[in-house]
């Protein structure tokens, strides 16, 4: 097996096919990559192989050719400009922050930008594409043989992790389509213009990946990644980031198998489920001596299981050919610059360069070593949008130890917000009340337990600070020796049967 | 001023003198057009706005503060650049009645500065042929059928003899703005050239032809044919004209069309006192095609004769792979218009069929209804050379010829030579019954053959209206000159201009609006 690192997979003992029961996913990768076992049933092991190819609708206030706006769920048809409708004469005017948004990201991953990119033209008939063709990069894209480095952890611990990488084949630019609404009752088609011709960056990763959850973990890398760079807002609900998985089995020492391409998939978790039951299906379709078809298949995530695509046009010919109306795209680097250039008509690589912001595996770097948590923390404070912000600033106002901090974060504030399909944003506590009581328990003022009812107090966001709650529930830890003996005699005095009654016992 | 003057030294001059009223010039164009309607020239006659834009245009003259040099001028323009709120038909049942929403860039410029449009003008469907023949509204006739000249000289070749038979066609594709400007209904058009389109009808129609350098001008709005060859093409009574439209308007840079150059053009007015002798004059021996009529042959060294009597050098040229252009282009032409076509699918707009059992077979009933077979012939002829099988082995060759072809120009022109002289066509203009005997595809490859390397390569060429053929039908040459270079072509044609004076057509519609100016001489509008 060449494969690198990919894990072996024996079919599953059910043998008909159907949706996937829970937890079935559990036969998934052997991430070590390491050695095979042996199957049961004697029968040769099978070798999963993924490959992604990522649709990323670029952050962008304009679309990729024309003046549009780009904005989710506007009006259907209220954002076409005469471009966007086809309508004859008009001509592709490049948007500068697309391309921009393009070379961030090659740049975030690994890639080499080329300098000179060229557009083609790809036909085919569709009602949502109204110049019968997409402008794209079929030949020579803006970005290519990048990497992609992403993390995973093994048996569903999260304190065993392995980092694997995906090569990044290329990243390209596209014009996306818009939307058919296909009205079977009264039989008619509805077209929506808006999303046609918004900027997307096609991201091809090659096939290094061997089951759901590695594609679902490079996925989450890539949209994390997307988003901290603000190329893409990558919110797959709001089909900004759509993933299509090329999946194929074969043996060991064989050629690969013929693949199929997985559609229609819009969230991470399904992503895994889609990859998962597809491998199983073509295991046991061949080891029931069938054959695999090379077909689209699409994900019904109700079912949980794949089922092929009406095939539109069956195979077809997309007659590719230069577009003739964009000369090429040509990027410059601080060397090749030419020193009489506006700099408002050329992009600079190594500008964008010196100014990517901090990678999340930096950034999780520089949290495991600033302050001192575990690496697995890192993961999740970077995986919930703002939460490492609210970590640090947390961690500013408070006496406690980061170690600490992170504790009431991750389970306290986190398990609440999730609790409540709540975001770090929306929190009812902010890091500065958060930080408030975490100081009380710091200095010893309250008890840990304590600590717990102020914090449930604060949930309600009645606008009270912490100490405040302390002092209206009295939860403050007394330390003065005179007050407590006092209390004690107090409680003595007052009970004094039973006092009497245990000194008797 | 006559409706036969040039622009720069004469209408403009009329209209600030206030000798002539913008709207009274417009009147004049309308009433012509109306009784030269049989020539087929426009499509669409847009007299209300016409006549609303020359009465905007004479309230300015009347401030004194009149746009420019085109202020109140009645130009015509082809039905293949949108033109907002006025039909735009690409000759075709797909676009029979569309109306687009926007004016193209070159459009916007004319009307930016106070151009009069008087409407727009006919052509062979979606600009693909070279007779103005094929266009769904009827083929255009060569105002010079019904000329004084022509009538004088042509024997009446049939037993039927009429004048009805007899009639020649413009040439194409921009027949129609070519017959509109020849027959005085304008005093400007724009065409669009591809492959020749602007300046094989100025050749047959005795009008300025100039297809300006890839670039120059907008392609923003013109519906495209091929968009690595299409340009605006401007015809014109004179060479000053042209330079007036280009230099006044036209050229520079638009956001719109990223192919456009992305200097500023610096409007030039060519000098009266023209020196040739320091020329070098290069004539293409590949030229001399096969077909060529020996009349415009012998024009042709007597065109050199007078270069080298006047001076300039004169040497016999090579461009080798001349004769490889015609294939290429119909390759590349093809497969751009396949692409191009794409489009008119009846959703958005145009013709749609009312074929409704599939999305699919209302497509296919929309196109085959809304095109002319020239058009679906293209379509696919181009669509098999863009397939995945014969990508390499058609197109990418033809692009590489492409550039052999590019090259030949850079190396005679690096070698010294200034400017290129060739015919136009190969002969005068056909009469239309013989012209239909051959199908668009033959008459095309050959009327193209002397025209198109030009548009391969991208470079400036311009029509001069040289003399009358043995029928009394105009004839023309070609000047080609080096990318960007239009002051250069348009000085050297307006040297030869003055010297071969072209006769003015002698139009009977014409002398009749025109009583009483009409007998000054053409020339004077050069001077």
Known sequence: AARRGCALWRRAGRPALGPFPRGRSAVACNVGGGAVPAGKSGLAPWIPVVGLEIHAQISSNTKLFSGSQVQFAAPPNSLVSFFDASLPGTLPVLNRRCVEAAVMTGLALNCSINKKSLFDRKHYFYADLPAGYQITQQRVPIAVNGSLSYSLCIDNKMSQMVTKTVRIKQIQLEQDSGKSLHDDTRSQTLVDLNRAGVGLMEVVMEPDMCCGEE???????????????????????????????????????????????????????????????????????????????????????????????RDKEGKQDYRFMPEPNLPPLILYDAKSLPANMNHQQVINIDWIHERLPDLPSVKREKLVEQYGILPEHSFTLLNEDGLAEFFESVVKQTQMKPKKVIGWILNDLLSYLKQHSLTVKESPVSSFLLAGLLNLLEKKEISSTAAKQVLAELWKGEGKTPLEIVKEQKLELLQDQKELEQICQAVIDGQENEVIMMLLE | AALTDGLRSQVSAALKEGRVSPTELCQRCLDLIKSTKFLNAYITVAEETALKQAEESEERYRRGQPLGILDGIPVAVKDNFNTAGIETTCASNMLKGYISPYNAT??????????????????????????????????????????????????????????????????GSSGGSAAAV?????????????????????????????KPTYGLISRHGLIPLVNSMDVPGILTRCVDDAAVLLGSSLAG???????????????????????VSKLSIGIPKEYHAPGLSSEILALWSKAADLFKDAGAKVVEVSLPHTCYSIVCYHVLCTAEVASNMARFDGLEYGHRSDMKDSTESMYAATRREGFNDVVRGRILS???????????????????????????????????????????????AAPYTEFIQEDNRTRSAQDDILTQAANMAGLPAINVPTALSERGLPVGLQFIGRSFQEKQLLTVAKWFEKQVQFPVIQLEEVERHNSGVFQHQKSASFS
């Open chain 1, 215 to 309: 594609a679902a973990a490079a996925v989450r890398e890539l949209q994390l990644i997307l988003q901290t760079l603000g190329s893409s807002q990558a919110v797959m609900a709001e089909g900004q980031l759509r993933v299509d998985a090329n999946v194929s089995v074969h043996h060991p020492g064989e050629p690969y198998g013929v693949r199929t391409e997985v559609k229609n998939i819009n969230s991470i978790r399904f992503l895994a489920k889609a990859i998962d039951y597809e491998i199983q299906r073509q295991i046991e379709e061949l080891e029931n001596g069938g054959t695999i078809l090379n077909e689209t298949r699409a994900f019904d995530s109700k079912l949980g299981c794949t089922v092929p695509m």
């Open chain 2, 382 to 428: 181009g669509n098999y050379f863009l397939l995945k099988q014969n990508y390499e082995k058609y197109f990418v060759k033809a692009q590489k010829v492409r550039r052999l072809i590019a090259n030949d120009f850079v190396k005679v022109f690096r070698s010294g030579v200034d400017i290129l002289l060739t015919p136009t066509t190969l002969s005068d």
């Open chain 2, 106 to 171: 070159v459009v916007q410029k004319l009307l930016d500065q106070g151009a009069v449009l008087l409407g727009k003008t006919n052509l062979d469907e979606f600009a693909m042929g070279s007779g103005s023949t094929d266009g769904v509204f009827g083929p255009v006739r060569n105002p010079w059928s019904y000329s004084k000249q022509y009538k004088e000289k042509s024997v009446p070749k049939s037993h039927s003899g009429e004048e009805e038979s007899n009639w020649v066609i413009t040439g």
């Open chain 2, 182 to 210: 020849s027959s005085f209904t304008c005093f400007a058009a724009l065409g669009s050239d591809t492959g020749g389109s602007t300046r094989n009808p100025a050749a047959h129609c005795g009008v300025v032809g100039l």
């Open chain 2, 253 to 275: 840079h638009d956001p719109k069309d990223s192919t456009t150059i992305q200097d500023d053009f610096k409007p030039f007015e060519l000098p009266d006192l023209i020196d």
